[in-house]
């Protein structure tokens, strides 16, 4: 998990076309703790997860991980379906969970 988390922190600065070291002075921190973090050798304070999200323009949870990601991105997804997609896709899922072929 935490090496997900690491390599998720990287591609979140390089997305940004920052380096460690800009990337550390935006936190007022040290470039070796970023490099501890995209290491995976360590993992950033909380008010350090706060504001790399502002910094990434991203929800908190978007730090941590694919699973989340696709957590929030199906949830989004749903919100916008009309009640009969909302039962047909319910009805799927059922499947899936019981092993079944759902086609």
């Known amino acids: 998990m935490l090496a997900n988390i690491a390599v998720n922190l990287k591609n979140l600065r390089v997305s940004k076309d920052l380096s460690q070291r800009q990337l550390a002075e935006m936190l007022s921190i040290n470039p070796s703790a970023i490099s501890a973090w995209e290491s995976g050798r360590n993992l950033p304070k909380y008010d350090h997860i706060e504001k790399l ?3 990434y323009e991203i929800d908190v949870n978007r730090l941590f991980g694919d699973d989340i990601i696709q957590i929030g991105d199906i949830c989004a997804i749903y919100k916008q379906l009309s009640t009969v997609k909302k039962e047909q896709l319910f009805i799927f899922a059922k499947k ?5 072929n759902p086609d």
């Open 53 to 55: 999200a502002a910094i």
């Open 96 to 100: 899936l969970l019981a092993g079944k």
